[in-house]
Nanobody, 117 residues
Framework: QVQLVESGGGLVQPGGSLRLSCAASGSIFSIYTMGWYRQAPGKQRELVAF???????VYSDSVKGRFAISGDNAMSTVYLQMNSLKPEDTAVYYC???????????WGQGTQVTVSS
């Protein structure tokens, strides 16, 4: 089993920054990618970014150049630095871990990010 706990969400003005953190515990040896997804009201959950155990990263087009994902080699913690935030970034952000122990991976409880003046 893998447990994921997110932190760092909140209210920020347009153009501001936030940093999300996701701490993994349990069988972290089984994790091969960690990522962030988000879900806005009335919309489907969408990929924001992910990072592999080898350090490769992938971003959605909507956040490329504004967000940066990082993590440690042990895949115990992953961060999402969000800059130049826009109102359309408002959503619940979920941490995800792909693991050899579970086909559909593991999810955190989510953290709210609200971008508003």
């Amino acid at each position: 089993q893998v447990q994921l706990v997110e932190s760092g969400g909140g209210l920020v003005q347009p153009g501001g920054s936030l940093r999300l953190s996701c701490a993994a515990s349990g069988s972290i040896f089984s994790i091969y990618t960690m990522g962030w997804y988000r879900q806005a009201p009335g919309k489907q959950r969408e990929l924001v970014a992910f990072i592999t155990s080898g350090g490769s990263t992938v971003y959605s087009d909507s956040v490329k150049g504004r967000f940066a994902i990082s993590g440690d080699n042990a895949m115990s913690t992953v961060y999402l630095q969000m800059n130049s935030l826009k109102p359309e970034d408002t959503a619940v952000y979920y941490c995800n871990a792909d693991s050899s122990l579970r086909v559909d991976g593991y999810w955190g409880q989510g953290t709210q990010v609200t971008v508003s003046s």
